[in-house]
C-alpha cells in the first residue's frame, strides 16, 4: 500500500461524459499533485496545490478542472475529453512544496472513447 | 533549458548481476536536486533514491547507488545484485530550479531482470 489511493483504477469514457477522478493521502503532506502519463512521453505535471492552494497550472486545457477540498484529498473533474486524453493519471503528495521524497499513487487509467 | 536524457530504452539483464541505468541532465543552475523513480506494471511511481547538487557523497540506498558525476552531468543509478522483481520502468528525475514543484522526467529506461 501506497499511503496514496486512488479511484478509480480503470475509467472508460466517451467524450461528452462527465467524471471525476479521486486521491486520497493520509501521510500528513501539505502538497498534492497531478500528472499524467501518456504512453512514450515524459510525465507532465498538470497541477500542483500546497495547503489546498493551487500553486501551479501548466496550461491545462479547461475541460480538466482539479478541486482540493482539504489537505488530504485531491479530485481531477473531467468532462468533453478527447481521445488524446487517454493515458494514465497520477496523483502524488509530498510533505511541502520543497518535498525530496515525493509518494505517488497507483494511477487511474483513462481510455476516451 | 533544464532537461533530462536516459538514453536507454530497454535493458535485459541476468538475475545476481548488476545493472547501471544512465540518466544525464542539462540545467545551468548551480542548485538541483536528482530523483530515480521505479514503475512497476502496477503503475505507481515509487522513489528510490536522491542526490543533492551540492551533496559531497554519492547517495545510496540498500542495493541502489546512484553514481553522481557533476562535471560529465551524469546520474547514473546502479542496482546491486539484481532480483526479479526489479523488472519495472525507471524513470530519472530532476527538480527544475525556476520552480519547486516541477520534476522534469526523463523517458525511462525498461528494464527485465532474465532468471
Known amino acids: 500500500e501506497t499511503g496514496v489511493t486512488q479511484t478509480p483504477r480503470h475509467l472508460v469514457m466517451g467524450m461528452t461524459n462527465k467524471k471525476s477522478l479521486k486521491c486520497e493521502q493520509h501521510l500528513g503532506h501539505n502538497a498534492m499533485y497531478w500528472y499524467k502519463q501518456s504512453a512514450k512521453k515524459p510525465l507532465e505535471l498538470m497541477f500542483v496545490y500546497s495547503l489546498e492552494e493551487r500553486v501551479e497550472n501548466n496550461s491545462v486545457p479547461s475541460r480538466f478542472s482539479p478541486e482540493c477540498p482539504n489537505s488530504s484529498h485531491l479530485f481531477l473533474h473531467l468532462h468533453t475529453l478527447q481521445p488524446e486524453d487517454s493515458a494514465l493519471y497520477l496523483c502524488?503528495?509530498?510533505?511541502?512544496?520543497?518535498?525530496?521524497?515525493?509518494?505517488f499513487g497507483s494511477g487511474t487509467r483513462l481510455t476516451v472513447v | 533549458a533544464q532537461k533530462i536524457t536516459q538514453t536507454q530504452p530497454g535493458m535485459f539483464v541476468q538475475e545476481k548481476e548488476a545493472v547501471t541505468l544512465d540518466c544525464t541532465y542539462d540545467?545551468?543552475?548551480?542548485?538541483?536536486?536528482l530523483f530515480w523513480y521505479k514503475q512497476p506494471s502496477s503503475g505507481e511511481m515509487i522513489f528510490l533514491i536522491y542526490?543533492?547538487?551540492?551533496d559531497q557523497q554519492n547517495a545510496t540506498e540498500g542495493r541502489y547507488s546512484l553514481n553522481f558525476q557533476k562535471a560529465r552531468k551524469s546520474a547514473n543509478l546502479v542496482i546491486s545484485a539484481s532480483q526479479l522483481g526489479d523488472s519495472a520502468m525507471y524513470f530519472c528525475a530532476m527538480r527544475d530550479a525556476n520552480s519547486n514543484y516541477q520534476l522534469i522526467w526523463g523517458a525511462g529506461t525498461k528494464l527485465i531482470i532474465k532468471p
Open positions: 540545467t545551468s543552475d548551480p542548485s538541483y536536486g
Open positions: 502524488a503528495s509530498s510533505q511541502d512544496q520543497m518535498g525530496v521524497s515525493y509518494t
Open positions: 542526490q543533492g547538487s551540492y
